[in-house]
């Protein structure tokens, strides 16, 4: 059984039925004994309270470890403080630290909150806390959409290393080509923390298509095509998504990656079939 560790992404429920639902997927998925669950917030920190009682929730029915994702954007120091000593208090030993969407009209230091770039919140939570916390921070291996440049790009990763990330999780990717290159960058640059791949099952042909265009992942156009032949029958686009991510992840194992994190978009089967597939768990 190969070595790799797996995680699993979820995102805060907005309903009482999707909070009963997500229970289930996540009873479901603690059977695969994963390394950990993480948890999302929305856009400018919007739901970071249904990210406190998510974490909560897997903590308490799963006994797993549950890292919630921390922005900066739009936030105090004081409200960012606040929010470490309540994880902290809550059991939390792990925290994904990410900038956060910018409001539409901001740009960088025009952003609102304390705080502009997810390594200004590495080094404030390291400041706050030592090293209580294990902190991820986000990879690009395409170039995050509102980057300059692929070399600014690869100097923001390089500030969050440097400011004391322990590991990174990179965007989702279904090109390679794009995490080797990225993996070279990384290894020319001395950077030598953990890089978990971010995957993303394919489920929804327009779904896959509209999150693509709004993260800057690239979707190649034999995938493009590929998944468009079954866009009206949504068992055979899974059927196929499943192959072509299967294979993917196949790559990554090939490679030794240390782990791989999933992006389960609160459904069990779709990550269930691809640790079947690949043997994991």
Not at 135 to 150: C, K
Not at 239 to 257: E, F, P, S
């Amino acid at each position: 059984m190969p070595d790799t560790t797996y995680s699993f992404e979820l995102f805060p429920p907005k309903t009482d039925a999707g909070a009963e639902k997500l229970k289930k997927t996540v009873s479901t998925l603690a059977e695969r004994n994963p390394e950990y669950f993480s948890v999302t917030f929305g856009a400018g920190g919007s739901t970071q309270e249904g990210t406190f009682e998510t974490v909560q929730m897997v903590m308490e029915t799963t006994g797993k470890e549950a890292a919630p994702h921390l922005s900066c954007i739009s936030s105090s120091r004081d409200r960012i403080r606040d929010q470490l000593n309540r994880y902290r208090e809550a059991g939390v030993k792990r925290i994904v630290a990410l900038r956060g969407d910018l409001p539409a009209t901001a740009h960088h230091r025009d952003a609102p909150g304390d705080l502009h770039y997810a390594n200004e919140l590495v080094t404030f939570i390291r400041q706050e806390h030592g090293d209580h916390f294990e902190l991820e921070v986000g990879a690009y291996p395409e170039m995050h959409p509102q980057a300059e440049n692929v070399d600014d790009d690869f100097a923001n990763f390089k500030r969050k290393v440097d400011a004391g990330a322990d590991a990174a999780i990179t965007q989702y990717f279904f090109n390679i080509d794009a995490f080797d290159d990225f993996m070279e960058r990384c290894q020319k640059a001395n950077i030598d923390i953990p890089i978990i791949p971010g995957i993303m099952p394919i489920v929804n042909f327009e779904q896959i298509v509209r999150f693509s265009r709004a993260c800057g992942a690239d979707v190649p156009r034999w995938l493009y095509y590929g998944m468009e032949r079954y866009k009206d029958d949504n068992d055979a686009l899974r059927a196929y998504g499943h192959d072509v991510v299967t294979k993917l992840c196949q790559k990554l194992l090939d490679r030794k990656v240390p782990s791989i994190h999933f992006y389960t978009l609160n459904q069990a089967n779709p990550t269930k079939n691809l640790l079947d597939a690949l043997k994991l768990g």
